[in-house]
């Protein structure tokens, strides 16, 4: 019998606040696909997994917003990732999104979340598909996971 991984904690004291509103990713370590994309503040990127896994009284904000059809499938991918004896990974795409001045700017803030979510599925990023894998206008910018003790709101080259 495989053991359960254990479910994600909370952020820290003071992370929540300094990520603000953020897109994030929930990422299957079994073959290093994203299977959920979304937009939260607080903890919201863990909700998914406690609200999978029977434990939705941690969650804050109490509100799913996926159809049914949606969240069926998003369940039972988490249970499948933890009857595995894995752990669902999380990803800061973007954090501290905040009305953009312009809409350059704006468009800017879109493509640093889809290069990071890009880069989360480049198999080779040393040789990657993608030509601005490493960049973009915000290109200092990257995702951080935060299953692993990474601090989210901190730029530079992201844990593996």
Known sequence: ??????????????????????????RDPRDQSIFYIGKGRGDRVYSHVWVAMGESQLVEDGVERDSAK??????????????????????????????????????FQFEQVLISAFRLIERDLDNPVLTNIMGGHTSGEVHRRTDRGDDPTVRGKPGR
């Open 1 to 26: 019998m495989t053991v359960r991984a254990a479910l994600p904690e909370t952020f820290p004291p003071g992370v929540a606040e300094k990520l603000g509103v953020y897109v994030y990713a929930l």
């Open 70 to 107: 949606v969240t069926s499938a998003k369940n039972k991918r988490i249970n499948e990732i933890y009857d595995a004896g894995e752990q669902v990974q999380h990803y800061i795409l973007r954090p501290n999104i905040a009305p953009a001045e312009s809409p350059d700017k704006q468009a």
